[in-house]
C-alpha cells in the first residue's frame, strides 16, 4: 500500500510513487486475471456436467449456483475494472506533472492525497467482497468437478457392464446385424412429399408432444441426420414423450440454451444467460420453444404471451390436447411448476 504522510507537506520521492503504482498495478491486474480464470473453470465445469447429465438437471439450485457465479465474477471483474481505471488516474496523475516550470507543490500533493484516498476508499470498500465471492466460485468448481468425477465413474462401470453382454453375442447375431447394416446403406430420400405441419401438439391423451416441420427444413435436416427416411427423421426428432418436459423449470432452460447454441450459434455465455432467463416464465410452457426454429419465432411468441394477445401469433398453432381427468388451472401450462 502506497500511503504517503501529507501532513508535513514533502513531496515524495516520484521514482518511489511510480514503482509502488506499477506493483499496485500488477497485484491488481493479478487479480482480474483469477476472476477470468475462475470464471472460465466454471464455463468448463458447466460443459463437463451438461455432458454427462445431457443438460437434464433434476435439481434446479445446480443452475442458480451456475447463475450467480456467472453474476458474480462479472461483477467482480468490474469492480476490479474500475479500481484499475482510479489507479491509472493517480499513474497518469503523476506522469503528467510537470515538476520544473510552474510547479505547486501544495496543490501537486493535495491533488494526489485526494486521488489516492479516492482509490483506498473504493479499494477497502469491495476488497472483501472479491476476496469472498472468488472463494465461493472456487468452491463451487470444487464440487461440480467431484459430481463430474462421480457420474464418470458411473459411466464407466455401465460401459465395462456392456463390454462383459457383448461377448456373450453369438455369431449369428453379429451376422444380422451386418446384414441390416448393408441393408440402410441405401440412399436417403432426397425429395419429400410430406405436407407441412403447422400445430404444436401437446397431448396428454398420448403423453407425447408433436413438434410442427416444413418440408424446406425437413430436407436440409435429413441430409445431415444419420436417418434414411423423413419418416425416421420425424420420429426422433419431431415427436417426443411428455415427460421430457416433466419439470418445466429446467426443460425451459433447457430449451432455451438449445435454441441458442444450436440454432442461433451464439455463445455458450449467451446460451447459459438465455435459458437462465426464460427459466421462471410460468406461463411459457417449454415445448413452445423446441418449437421456434430460432430466436425471432421465440420473441414474438414471447410478446404476444405478455400482451394477453396469443390469436396474433401465426407462425405455428398450438393445440393443447389435455386428459378429461385433469384441468388447466388458468395458466398457458398443462403442468403445475
Not at 501537486?108 to 466460485?137: G, P, V
Not at 441393408?183 to 430420400?189: A, F, H, M
Request: proline letters at 2%; a negative charge; charged letters at 30%.
Amino acid at each position: 500500500m502506497f500511503i504517503y504522510n501529507f501532513r508535513e507537506s514533502k513531496l515524495p520521492d516520484i521514482s518511489n510513487l511510480e514503482a509502488n503504482i506499477d506493483t499496485e498495478m500488477y497485484v491488481l491486474e493479478k487479480q482480474i486475471d483469477t476472476t477470468n480464470n475462475n470464471k472460465e473453470a466454471v464455463y468448463k465445469s458447466f460443459i463437463n456436467l451438461s455432458i454427462h447429465t445431457y443438460l437434464s438437471f433434476e435439481n434446479v439450485s445446480i443452475l442458480n449456483s451456475f447463475n450467480d457465479a456467472f453474476s458474480s465474477s462479472a461483477e467482480i471483474v468490474d469492480k476490479l475494472n474500475n479500481q484499475k481505471e482510479k489507479l491509472l488516474s493517480i499513474q497518469k496523475f503523476v506522469k503528467d506533472t510537470n515538476f520544473n516550470e510552474g510547479f505547486n507543490q501544495n496543490e501537486f500533493l493535495n491533488k494526489l492525497q485526494d486521488l489516492l484516498e479516492d482509490y483506498y476508499d473504493y479499494k477497502n470498500t469491495y476488497e472483501k467482497f472479491i476476496i469472498d465471492e472468488n472463494e465461493k466460485i472456487f468452491s463451487l468448481v470444487k464440487t461440480l468437478n467431484k459430481i463430474i468425477n462421480t457420474k464418470k465413474e458411473t459411466k464407466k462401470i455401465d460401459i465395462k457392464e456392456n463390454d462383459k453382454n457383448k461377448l456373450f453375442s453369438t455369431e449369428s447375431e453379429t451376422k444380422t446385424e451386418t446384414k441390416n447394416s448393408n441393408e440402410k446403406s441405401t440412399k436417403k430420400q432426397v425429395k419429400s412429399d410430406i405436407p407441412n405441419n403447422n400445430t404444436l401438439i401437446i397431448s396428454e391423451k398420448e403423453n407425447k408432444v408433436y413438434l410442427p416441420f416444413f418440408s424446406t427444413d425437413l430436407q436440409q435436416s435429413l441430409l445431415k441426420s444419420k436417418y434414411e427416411t423423413y419418416e425416421e427423421l420425424i420420429q426422433n426428432d419431431y415427436i417426443f414423450p411428455l415427460k421430457k418436459y416433466r419439470s418445466p423449470v429446467i426443460s425451459r432452460f433447457r430449451e432455451g440454451y438449445k435454441l441458442m447454441r444450436e440454432k442461433e450459434y451464439e455463445s455458450f455465455g449467451s446460451s447459459f444467460s438465455f435459458g437462465m432467463k426464460l427459466m421462471n416464465n410460468y406461463k411459457l410452457h417449454p415445448a413452445v420453444i423446441s418449437a421456434c426454429r430460432n430466436i425471432d419465432e421465440l420473441q414474438c411468441f414471447l410478446d404476444c404471451l405478455e400482451d394477453n394477445n396469443l390469436q396474433n401469433f401465426d407462425i405455428f398453432d398450438i393445440k393443447f390436447d389435455i386428459a378429461p381427468s385433469k384441468k388447466n388451472k388458468g395458466g398457458y401450462f398443462i403442468y403445475n411448476d
